[in-house]
């Protein structure tokens, strides 16, 4: 098994670099018809994304439904979310601090020579954002319809009726075994799915990386050198410490957990998903040695409730374009829209550009001019890439330590 996991590994990095490749080749010998080889090739990616999330519902379901009813003890399930939660809320608040503290010391975009002519690329960002508000909130994270959120992959949904389902299965006694083997077997069932699924992902990202290059080419890597620069910097500070406290809690193991994580990583880096990965996650997780059960009950919140590299883009980005317009943001401001952002990131979790939403949709809030994300789509895509593989990284290391707390607690 570890022999295919570093086959797999290596066939990614082959598809990497000959997308890179590709799209290079196209950009600058054959222009004219960059963008319809761009999309073309892009289905690629989509077709191996569609089928990810094709299964996410079904194994969140089955796998947090079991999680659940297999714990039995309903105290076990309290003490093993307050764990996930503090994680997950203090990873939260440390990432959108490291990006206002980088983003004022950097300063990216002050100063700067960009221009804003052109707004029509961000128009959609910002039809999305005229109903943001708490009650749009609320509706998403309280599912109307299990049907329906199931059909629009709504995790955070999900989970909320998973949770209630798994906990009313586990009053059941002895009659509810034979429906908790059942989803068991459905779990294993779609986690074979995954493996023959994952070997899709090297066209996956060759089709996705040879898009973006060809479409952008080598000069958006110098475009916008400052807010590129400074993001990197966050993203590798953020890296030192998520893997500093990892280390602190798992030790040397630690670095067995990032062994058996570096396809889901390298997958997430170049199809900017990490939704896409969720599948994989949960079979090196376990392997790894983490309890199914908790497996099965951490990852899914965290994928609502952890994502690292987009909490800190929140910040970064939203500073970033008021710096742009010369608005000034005091401390306290900042401050208070790191609270909102705390927040609102939660509401949108699970939408396909979750981060530049919020971004808009705070940035309105603040007085500061929402078409400015305009600036930012260009190289968007790019940033995504380091986002998305943080927020996998972010979640495997909180699954392991809630893993090991609760195995130190019953033991």
Same mark, same amino acid.
């Given at each position: 098994?570890?022999?295919?996991?570093?086959?797999? =590994?290596?066939?990614?990095?082959?598809? !990497?670099?000959?997308?890179?490749?590709? &799209?290079?080749?196209?950009?600058?010998?054959? %222009?004219?018809?960059?963008?319809?080889?761009? /999309?073309?090739?892009?289905?690629l990616g989509t077709i191996f994304i569609r089928m990810v999330q094709m299964i996410i519902a079904p194994l969140v379901f089955s796998t947090l439904v079991v999680g659940i009813a297999k714990m039995g003890d309903m105290k076990m399930v309290g003490r093993v979310g307050a764990k996930a939660m503090g994680w997950f809320i203090s990873a939260s608040l440390v990432s959108l601090l490291l990006g206002m503290v980088l983003v004022n010391t950097l %300063?990216?975009?002050? &100063? $700067?020579?960009?221009k804003m002519d052109d707004t029509s690329s961000a128009s959609e960002l910002l039809e999305k954002t005229q109903s943001f508000s708490l009650e749009?909130? @609320?509706?998403?994270? @309280?599912?109307?319809?299990?049907?329906?959120?199931?059909a629009t992959n709504e995790i955070l949904q999900i989970v909320i009726f998973s949770i209630l389902f798994g906990i009313a299965l586990s009053t059941l006694g002895k009659e509810g075994k034979s429906l908790i083997k #059942?989803?068991?077997?459905?779990?294993?069932?779609?986690? /074979?799915?995954?493996?023959?699924?994952?070997?899709?992902?090297?066209?996956?990202? +060759? &089709?996705? @990386?040879?898009?973006?290059?060809?479409?952008? &080419?080598?000069?958006?890597?110098?475009?916008?050198?400052?807010?590129?620069?400074? +993001?990197?910097?966050?993203?590798?500070? !953020?890296?030192? !410490? #998520? #893997? =500093?406290?990892?280390?602190?809690?798992?030790?040397?193991? #630690? =670095? $067995? !957990?990032? /062994?058996?994580? /570096?396809s889901p990583l390298l997958i997430a880096f170049s199809t900017t998903s990490s939704e896409a990965v969720f599948p994989k996650m949960v079979e090196e997780l376990e392997r790894f040695g983490c309890q199914p059960r908790i497996v099965s009950f951490t990852l899914p919140l965290g994928y609502s409730f952890n994502l690292d590299g987009s909490m800190m883009y929140m910040t970064f980005a939203s500073i970033f374009i008021a710096q742009v317009y010369g608005i000034d943001m005091p401390l306290d401001k900042q401050l208070t829209m790191l609270l909102v952002l705390m927040l609102t990131s939660k509401g949108v979790a699970g939408v396909p550009?979750?981060?530049?939403?919020?971004?808009? %949709?705070t940035c309105a809030m603040f007085g500061i001019p929402p078409e400015g994300i305009a600036l930012i789509l260009p190289i968007d895509h790019f940033c995504d890439m380091a986002r998305s593989m943080t927020n996998v990284l972010g979640n495997a290391l909180a699954t392991? %330590?809630?893993?090991?707390?609760?195995?130190?607690?019953?033991?």
């Open positions: 098994m570890k022999s295919n996991n570093n086959k797999l =590994f290596i066939a990614i990095i082959v598809a !990497l670099v000959l997308g890179v490749i590709l &799209g290079g080749i196209v950009h600058y010998q054959f %222009a004219d018809s960059k963008e319809v080889f761009s /999309k073309n090739i892009k289905l %300063a990216p975009g002050k &100063g $700067t020579n960009i749009e909130f @609320v509706k998403h994270v @309280v599912p109307k319809s299990i049907f329906e959120a199931f #059942l989803f068991d077997k459905i779990s294993h069932v779609v986690l /074979k799915m995954v493996t023959y699924i994952m070997w899709l992902a090297p066209l996956g990202v +060759f &089709g996705a @990386v040879a898009a973006a290059v060809a479409n952008y &080419g080598f000069e958006i890597f110098s475009l916008y050198a400052n807010y590129l620069l400074a +993001f990197a910097i966050g993203i590798i500070v !953020l890296w030192i !410490l #998520l #893997l =500093f406290v990892g280390y602190l809690i798992l030790g040397k193991r #630690l =670095f $067995t !957990l990032l /062994k058996r994580i /570096k550009r979750a981060s530049l939403i919020v971004v808009v %949709a392991s %330590a809630v893993d090991k707390w609760e195995t130190k607690t019953v033991n």
